[in-house]
Structure formats: C-alpha cells, structure tokens
C-alpha cells in the first residue's frame, strides 16, 4: 500500500491550503484516515482524522480552521487548512488505518505559513 500526498508549500498567515492524499495498492478494507503533523522539534501530533462510518475528530489548535473529508471510492482524505497561523508550520503525513489493523503513512509533505 503506497501512500501520496500533495498540496503543501508555503503560504502567509491568514491564507489556506489544501493537502490531498491518495492510498493505493492492495488495500483490504479502510477503517481510519488521516493527518500527523511534525514541527521541528516536536512530537508528531494528530491534526484531525476521520472513520469509516464517517466521524471526524480534530485536534483543539485546528478546529474551526480545518477540515477533514474523505473519498472513500477513491481511498482519498483531504485536509482543507483555512486561516492558517505560523504554528501551523509542520511536515504534514497521511495515514490510512486498515480493518485488520496494518497502518500506513505517506512521505510528508511542508506546510510552511509566514507570519
């Protein structure tokens, strides 16, 4: 199972992005998907996430600013960033969590915000 992400780059306080994750490959049955992130020097934290019955769940820093969707058709999850802040600053991962309990990441990709 091969993840890809897209979408990050940099962008000013105040602007959005939108990260895209695509998961293919032999993939049985997805339970959740979602987004890490990981500053410099600090933990990988959970953004927010999204289960198959369609449950999402966001870290307080993010909520009302972010929003998780999901494709299931597709094994897509996305991440639309609005109003974004310099701590928003991180290396952002996908992750896709199977039925049978294999988890996979992507490769990251930067979000750079400048204040």
């Known amino acids: 199972v091969q993840l890809v992400e897209s979408g990050g780059g940099l962008v000013q306080a105040g602007g959005s992005l939108r990260l895209s994750c695509a998961a293919s490959?032999?993939?049985?049955?997805?339970?959740?998907m979602g987004w890490y992130r990981q500053a410099p020097g600090k933990r990988r934290e959970l953004v927010a996430s999204t289960t198959s019955d369609g449950s999402t769940n966001y870290a307080d820093s993010v909520k009302g600013r972010f929003t998780i969707s999901r494709d299931n058709a597709k094994s897509a999850v996305y991440l639309q960033m609005n109003n974004l802040k310099a701590e928003d600053t991180a290396v952002y991962y996908c992750y896709l969590l199977e039925v049978q309990g294999f988890n996979y990441w992507g490769q990251g990709t930067q979000v750079t915000v400048s204040s």
């Open positions: 490959g032999s993939i049985f049955s997805i339970n959740d």
